[in-house]
Nanobody, 119 residues
Framework: QVQLVESGGGLVQAGGSLRLSCAAS????????MGWFRQAPGKEREVLAT????????YYADSVKGRFTISRDNAKNTVYLQMNSLKPEEAAVYSC????????????WGQGTQVTVSS
């Protein structure tokens, strides 16, 4: 099992950047695929980006492609989300999640970090 703690959220102006971090504790971080998600009030949670256990493959939602970058450092048990050109409508709680290899669902979630984008 893995425990996840996000950090790096906060208030940023429209067009600005933030870098989110997700620190994992527990065993064998490098056997988990990782993902970043967000949920705004009254909206469904959406996947933003995912990265495989080795970092060799990534996925981005169309809404963030070209602006967000997911990466991981398995030596530090950490996954990152670099967010550039943020928009006011992207204010939400951003969460990371872990999925064991060969499983379909993300079973392990952090508590989330709030991102607010001012116009």
């Amino acid at each position: 099992q893995v425990q996840l703690v996000e950090s790096g959220g906060g208030l940023v102006q429209a067009g600005g950047s933030l870098r989110l971090s997700c620190a994992a504790s527990g065993r064998a971080f490098n056997t988990y695929d990782m993902g970043w998600f967000r949920q705004a009030p009254g909206k469904e949670r959406e996947v933003l980006a995912t990265i495989t256990w080795s970092g060799g493959s990534t996925y981005y939602a169309d809404s963030v492609k070209g602006r967000f970058t997911i990466s991981r450092d398995n030596a530090k048990n950490t996954v990152y989300l670099q967010m550039n050109s943020l928009k006011p409508e992207e204010a939400a709680v951003y969460s990371c999640a872990a999925r064991r290899l060969l499983e379909k669902e993300y079973r392990y979630w952090g508590q989330g970090t709030q991102v607010t984008v001012s116009s």
